[in-house]
């Protein structure tokens, strides 16, 4: 099987200009322990797009969004190899502080895991923590336009977050990452854990922040990749169980005319 | 949906290595924060230290005055009187009279009554139960040591003739009822943890209730039942008022349980509550009596979670 | 093929059936005694203090007269020993368990420390009393003070609250964490801003059941010299004190009945202390689980 970064992921990082590139990822490979979960992942991400990792369930993707904002080091245990320059700097270098890389890329999650507090201080505590000086009530109110949520909780700031419907929430958690306004927002299944309609206004949203905001959404769902991505990366989870990166192209083309004949066969259904 | 009008899109930030350090105040103040927890989990260890380094010290000067043999062979107890005999073999036979009592008593009814309620009783007679199992255990031991005096005792004394007022049977059958509720709930868990499925394979062979609860769940869940077994004893062994107010302060060398004896615990508590000044002998024997309570209560403690860790069933 | 007939005797069949409701009875039996027990316990102190229980009980000192003796002092010594002891503990318990829980990772260290933590939780109560005397009586040369039996209390209670603490913050999700380091939370704030306040209801029940245990001990405080003739209230943490319960051992020693009705009265008293305390435990805890809501 092949061991190399497969031939359209290196044709790939020829695709983008330099300044137009949010994260760069060079030769990135994941342990949780002893057992590897990712093998020399290249892959150059957009600004300002939406790039969808997809793939069937346990070929790493997860587990490579969380390397983006260096999450995976919750797990003990865990090693990696390799670099991912995020705006132009490396965030695995030795130096380099974890929070202030989390701080600066917002990540939003399966199911919707808002604080037991109220909304307001669901969507404030973020800045508070990093030390924000400005108007709070406006970074609030500003955050939760923007998540689309503002005119169904306006009234109701001090109540609960937890007292949302799950669509509602996943809107909250939204919220709560674009206060801190990051130029990235990484997204593991979104919209998993809800309803259809609730899916529908979520991937509404995503087109909205797509024009500030660069988007990697990890799904698992073809039909919602296809509708929501500009670029698509496919994964695979190879022999030993080590995922790879297959294929990346713009979602059109991708879903069109694969290049792999792996792609197609998971594009068509062959496996899942 | 509601858009607002688009602010000027800037070029996508450019970070310098520098961006991603992180700041000096940031790691005094993480580290700050972390250090007084750490001092207090410490304590916990200067807990211990403490108990081992008080006990130690009066025990070796007790025995430098009583020699070591003595203490195990002698016979008779009697520091505060003037012929003064030093044989913590009276205690003993004190604690573990009470300890035999109460164990006949709690350990039975204990696994009874844990199988009952996790092999018979329905959802609703289990929630009923169970608080009042816990109320059970919550109640303090001197309430213990009041009902054990003033209505079990004059009881058993109706039903037994020659019953002293201060007894070991009272006491030990008031120890174990409320001891009761610990072997009940610590069996209880043990058999919760046995596996649908073992019980479901014997049912489906024909077994009745009784068989599956007595031949399929008890054997395994007997880990977790031998520890709690184990830990009641340790229990019972440590208690001080129930036996400081219905067994007596007469150390008596016996194992009839119907004449007023002297527990461990009780002979601290009754040398507490005198004028024993420091240094003095008598007050040297109180920690002598501790350290042989403290080790018999930590090596069953041990045990038990040896017997929990050891033999622990291991299901899928 | 089935097995011939003969092999399987029916009335074997209904002696394992009979066998099985007797055991059935046998097994109901034995819990419902702790329950007839209980009810015993309960009705034999109502009988006997009920009628003693008056105003001028609680606020009388007390007495060689058992007529007016009174658990005044008693009563607030208790109330004044929780205070200091939750002070002492709180503090120090939550710290730990919060360390052990959020910050420590595998190691010696931690593994010696949770072995010690379950060593302490069951040593008996008296050998606390023996570590009060010889340190903060003696070498600390406290003496016989509130502040002696606070801190012999708190180190008592300490094991408690760790543990149970660290329940509560055990059953906080892991997403709660990884939303707050998402954010770009160092550790610290992650605990303190987001971890501990979901776990606060299970850490209330904790200190409540902390606290009820503290109320009820009597021996390690006659060990660290609480005593009963207290003719007067404590003022401060040096003051000597005595507790209700030591109150009660005092009385049940007499042999006059009418100091056995003061004691079942004081156990009354202590009883509906310690029945407020765990339903206020109760109530905090359903309050907070419905407002949290995993």
Redesign the interface.
Known sequence: MVSSPSPSAAAASALFPA??V?FDIRALSLWYGSFQALRDITLQIP??QVTALIGPSGCGKSSLLRCL?R?NE?V?DVRIRGEVY??????Y?P???P?????????V?Q?P?????SIYDNVA??PR??GYRGNLDELVERSL??A?L??EVKDKLRQ?G?ALSGGQQQRL?IA??LA?EP?VILMDEPCSALDPIATY?IE??IS?LK??Y?IVIVTHNMQQASRVSDYTAFMLAGEERVGELIEFAPTSQFFTKPRDKRSEDYITGRFG | MITLPRPEVAAPRRLRARDLRRPLRRTLREWACELPLLVAALVSIFTTVGIVAVLAAETLAFFRLVPLGQFLTDTQWTPLFLEKHFGIVVLLSGTLLTTAIAMLVALPLGLLSAIYLSEYARPGVRRVLKPVLEILAGIPTVVYGYFALLFVTPLLQALIPGLAVFNALSAGIVMGIMILPLVSSMSEDAMAAVPRALREGAYALGATRFEVATQIVVPAALSGIVAAFILAVSRAIGETMIVAIAAGLSPTLTLNPLVPIETMTAYIVQVSQGDTPQGTLEYRTIFAVGTTLFMLTLALNIVSQWVLDRFREEYQ | MSPPAASYSAPHLMRRRLRGRLFEWLALASTVVAIVVLALLLLDVLHDGLPRLSWSFLTNYPSRLAARAGIAPALVGSVALIVLTAALALPTGIAAAVWLEEYARRSWLTRVIEVNIANLAGVPSIIYGLLGLGLFVRALNLQRSLLAGALTMALLVLPIIILNTREALRAVPRSQREAAYALGATRSQVVWGVVVPAALPGIFTGIILALSRAIGETAPLIVVGAVAFIAFLPTSPLDPFTVLPIQIFNWVSRPQPAFHANAAAAILVLLVVLLSLNATAIVLRDRARRSLRW
């Open positions: 300044a137009e949010a600004a300002r904002n999450l919750l003990p995020f705006e132009g700097a490396n965030i270098a130096d380099t502080d929070v202030e890389v989390r701080r600066r890329i917002g990540m999650f199911k895991n808002p604080f037991p507090k505590w973020g923590i990093n336009r923007r689309a503002w005119d609960s937890l958690c709560r990452a801190l130029d206004r509404g949203l909205e024009s500030q660069t």
